[in-house]
């Protein structure tokens, strides 16, 4: 059993900054890809930015610049950081992360329960 949690999230003015955080626990064998999607009100879940094992990355349009995503394999989770933070950015954020939970087992999805972020202009 897997399971993400997510953490960081708040309210926050425009311009400000968030850094979030999803930590995975459970039956880990290894983990490829991480990322993080975002949902606003009314709207589709669209991808934010993706992590591989082997640190690439890439972003969403409307983050790049702003937005940096990284990990730490040593504790299985992946971070985050948010700057110059607009309204537009006020999204539930979920992370999410392929992982294998047994050496011959392929990887499967997993999502993190959401964390709220909220911008105030």
């Known amino acids: 059993q897997v399971q993400l949690v997510e953490s960081g999230g708040g309210l926050v003015q425009a311009g400000g900054s968030l850094r979030l955080s999803c930590a995975a626990s459970?039956?880990?064998?290894?983990?490829?890809?991480m990322g993080w999607y975002r949902q606003a009100p009314g709207k589709e879940r669209e991808l934010v930015a993706v992590?591989?094992?082997?640190?690439?990355?890439n972003y969403a349009d409307s983050v790049k610049g702003r937005f940096t995503i990284s990990r730490d394999n040593a504790k299985n989770t992946v971070y985050l950081q948010i700057t110059s933070l607009k309204p537009d950015d006020t999204a539930v954020y979920y992370c999410?992360?392929?992982?294998?939970?047994?050496?011959?087992?392929?990887?499967?999805?997993?999502w993190g329960q959401g964390t709220q972020v909220t911008v105030s202009s």
């Open positions: 999410n992360a392929d992982i294998r939970t047994r050496p011959w087992v392929t990887g499967a999805l997993y």
């Open positions: 992590i591989t094992n082997s640190d690439n990355t």
């Open positions: 459970g039956s880990i064998f290894s983990i490829n890809a």
